[in-house]
C-alpha cells in the first residue's frame, strides 16, 4: 500500500467513529463535526450548476470552499465532467473524497487542500467555477456554535472569502464559462455589484440572482 493511501486510510479510520451521513439530493454524503453539516437548500445550487452545464463549453468543473464535496458532486452526477474540489480544511477533503467514492465518481473527481490561490496552475480553466465560500459576520458567527468556525467565518462583512473566490474564478474561468457563487443576504449581493464595477471590461458581470430558503445564489458570466 501506497504510504499517502495508507495515511489517508489512516485518517478516515480515526474520524468513522464521529462520521454522520444524510441524503443530499439522490448522494448520501458523510461528514463529521469538524465539517459543515450540508444544508438540504444548497441543492438548489447543485441543479443550477447542472443545468449551466448543459449549455456550457467542454471542460471541468471547479469548486471553490467545497466542504464535503456534495454540491459539486451533485452537479457533475450523470455527467463526464471532471469535477476539482479545494478546500482549506483536511478533514472536508478526506470526506470529498469519500463521497466521491461512495457515488461512484472517484475517477473523475480530484480533492485538492489548501488555499485555492496556491492550489490551481496558472494554465488551468474551467468550464463552471462552483463558489460555497464562508458568508456568515464575524461578529455572528456565535449565534452559530454547532458550525465549525472555518467554515462560516466570512470576516467582518461575511465577504473576506467571497472575494477570493471571485478573483480566483476571473482568472480560472474559460470564455463562454460562468460561476455560480453562495452567499447570505441582499447586502452582500449590492457589495458584489458595486466590487464588480471596478474589474477591466474582460470581468465578471452578475446575469442573475435567485433567493433561496436561507441563502441567495448569483450567476456571474464574464463580461
Same mark, same amino acid.
Given at each position: 500500500?501506497?504510504? %499517502?493511501?495508507? @495515511?489517508?486510510?489512516?485518517? $478516515?479510520?480515526? +474520524?468513522?467513529?464521529?462520521?454522520?451521513? $444524510?441524503?443530499?439530493?439522490? !448522494? /448520501?454524503?458523510?461528514?463529521? @463535526?469538524?465539517? &459543515?453539516?450540508?444544508?438540504?437548500?444548497?441543492? %438548489?445550487?447543485?441543479?443550477?450548476?447542472?443545468? +449551466?452545464?448543459?449549455?456550457?463549453?467542454?471542460?471541468?468543473?471547479?469548486?471553490?470552499?467545497? *466542504?464535503?464535496?456534495?454540491?459539486?458532486?451533485?452537479?457533475?452526477?450523470?455527467?463526464?465532467?471532471?469535477?476539482?474540489?479545494?478546500?482549506?480544511?483536511?478533514?472536508?477533503?478526506?470526506? %470529498?473524497?469519500?463521497?466521491?467514492?461512495?457515488?461512484?465518481?472517484?475517477?473523475?473527481?480530484?480533492?485538492?487542500?489548501?488555499? $485555492?490561490?496556491?492550489?490551481?496552475?496558472?494554465?488551468?480553466?474551467?468550464? &463552471?467555477?462552483?463558489?460555497?465560500?464562508?458568508?456568515?459576520? /464575524?461578529?455572528? +458567527? *456565535?449565534?452559530?456554535?454547532?458550525?465549525?468556525?472555518?467554515?462560516?467565518?466570512?470576516?467582518?462583512? *461575511?465577504?473576506?472569502?467571497?472575494?477570493?473566490?471571485?478573483?480566483?474564478?476571473?482568472?480560472?474561468?474559460?470564455?463562454? @464559462?460562468?460561476?455560480?457563487?453562495?452567499? *447570505?443576504?441582499?447586502?452582500?449581493?449590492?457589495? !458584489?455589484?458595486?466590487?464588480?464595477?471596478?474589474?477591466?471590461?474582460?470581468?465578471?458581470? +452578475?446575469?442573475?440572482?435567485?433567493?433561496?430558503?436561507? @441563502?441567495?445564489?448569483?450567476?456571474?458570466?464574464?463580461?
Amino acid at each position: 500500500m501506497a504510504a %499517502a493511501t495508507a @495515511g489517508y486510510l489512516l485518517r $478516515m479510520t480515526t +474520524i468513522d467513529h464521529a462520521a454522520e451521513t $444524510m441524503g443530499f439530493g439522490p !448522494l /448520501r454524503i458523510s461528514f463529521d @463535526g469538524r465539517v &459543515l453539516r450540508p444544508r438540504p437548500w444548497t441543492a %438548489a445550487q447543485s441543479q443550477w450548476a447542472a443545468e +449551466i452545464l448543459g449549455d456550457a463549453p467542454a471542460g471541468p468543473v471547479l469548486e471553490l470552499c467545497a *466542504g464535503a464535496g456534495q454540491i459539486g458532486l451533485l452537479a457533475v452526477a450523470g455527467s463526464a465532467r471532471r469535477l476539482v474540489c479545494v478546500d482549506l480544511n483536511p478533514a472536508a477533503c478526506d470526506y %470529498a473524497r469519500r463521497n466521491a467514492a461512495d457515488a461512484g465518481l472517484a475517477e473523475q473527481v480530484e480533492v485538492r487542500e489548501g488555499s $485555492m490561490d496556491e492550489v490551481l496552475r496558472d494554465s488551468e480553466r474551467f468550464a &463552471l467555477v462552483i463558489a460555497d465560500p464562508p458568508w456568515v459576520r /464575524r461578529e455572528e +458567527i *456565535g449565534r452559530f456554535p454547532e458550525d465549525p468556525v472555518l467554515a462560516i467565518d466570512g470576516g467582518p462583512d *461575511g465577504m473576506e472569502v467571497a472575494w477570493l473566490c471571485v478573483d480566483t474564478a476571473h482568472d480560472h474561468l474559460m470564455r463562454g @464559462g460562468s460561476v455560480l457563487l453562495q452567499l *447570505g443576504t441582499v447586502e452582500q449581493v449590492d457589495l !458584489l455589484r458595486d466590487r464588480l464595477r471596478e474589474q477591466p471590461d474582460d470581468g465578471l458581470v +452578475i446575469s442573475e440572482v435567485r433567493w433561496c430558503e436561507r @441563502g441567495v445564489l448569483v450567476r456571474l458570466d464574464r463580461a
